[in-house]
């Protein structure tokens, strides 16, 4: 048991540490995509209005570029769209220009990409697929390793015996009696 | 310990995803010649029930579950809807500019002017004002993305 107990120590201590950078990207993702419900946790949305020399609401292929040049953008443009009579949308990178071609007004909406916690749902959220995907489950090979060798690493009335073997079955009873209840409705 | 530093590094570069100019949704698209939308729009019922390949600007997309794009015509102000299985595949906010690939099948969805679905059976009550909303459903899309 000694030597067993010696393994466990190695395991958990080795992985621990290798574990906390993966274990702040999922638990910061976590909080954050648990409530998608009241905000989208990866952008942050903003509306800006200006106003520019009206080119009027002649042909596409004569208004289109005067739009541009008015709109003097300092980013590069996807494409734009007649939407219409009015109406001229120009796609950028991180947002929908709306252009009114008789008024003038210009109404920019956009998604901003929120520092660090876009990336880490792009990790939680394995967006990227592919070469993700296998890190994302040797990760949780390694939270299974940490979970089952932490049962073994305190002897006595603090460990699985004891204080810890209480402390473990109410980990376990939580998300048991949630899931009984939650399929009952 | 340098030797595992350095393979955890290379292993972390190796996982970074790759920038692909064409990204595939789904289960992508056969390699049929698209119809054009303003084709489909035109004359709606004769596509009804059958597999599409539609390509266009993506001008609108779901702001909530990335489950449906609004791809542009190649007529003016003309906009197809494209509607995906929520959750199998999300369409990402940054896909509005790029140009889109879809196959599915095109439908026709009977709703109330209050948007719910037809009843067809409605006794006693006064007729239902109904309209007509055609969609691609998809199994899959491809963006060239720029």
């Known amino acids: ?185 | 310990m340098r030797r595992i530093v350095t393979a955890l590094l290379l292993l972390a570069v190796a996982a970074a995803p790759a920038v692909a100019k064409e990204k595939v949704y789904g289960k992508g698209v056969a390699a049929h010649e698209a119809t054009p939308v303003s084709t489909v729009l035109a004359h709606p019922d004769q596509f009804v029930g059958k597999t599409l390949v539609v390509e266009g600007t993506v001008v609108g997309v779901c702001a909530h579950r990335g489950c449906w794009l609004s791809l542009a015509s190649d007529v003016e102000g003309q906009t197809l809807r494209v509607k995906v299985e929520d959750g199998v595949i999300i369409f990402p906010k940054e896909i509005v500019g790029e140009k889109v690939r879809a196959e599915g099948v095109f439908k026709a969805n009977r709703v109330e002017d209050t948007a719910k679905k037809c009843d067809a059976t409605r006794d006693g009550e006064p007729e239902v004002q109904c309209t007509t909303v055609y969609e691609l459903f998809a199994s899959g899309a491809v963006c060239d993305w720029k």
């Open chain 1, 1 to 185: 048991m000694n030597g067993f107990r010696k393994v466990c120590r190695w395991l958990h201590r080795e992985l621990g540490f290798f574990a906390v950078g993966l274990t702040l990207v999922y638990a910061i993702s976590g909080i954050a995509v648990n409530h998608v419900h009241h905000w989208d946790p990866s952008h942050a949305s903003y509306v800006a209005s200006s106003r520019i020399e009206p080119p009027g609401d002649g042909e596409t292929e004569a208004v289109a570029p005067l739009v541009l040049e008015r709109l003097a953008l300092q980013e590069p443009v996807k494409e734009t769209w007649r939407a219409g009579r009015d109406l001229l949308q120009v796609f950028v990178q991180d947002g929908t220009i709306d252009v009114n071609l008789v008024t003038g007004e210009v109404v920019r909406r956009g998604n901003e990409k929120r520092p660090l916690l876009y990336d880490v749902n792009f990790m939680h959220l394995n967006k990227g697929k592919a070469p993700w995907t296998g890190i994302a489950d040797a990760y949780a090979a390694v939270l299974i390793v940490l979970a089952v060798s932490g049962i073994f690493l305190v002897k006595g009335r603090k460990g699985l015996v004891g204080r810890g073997g209480v402390l473990m079955l109410l980990g376990i009873v939580l998300p048991v009696v949630y899931a009984v209840l939650a399929r009952r409705g």
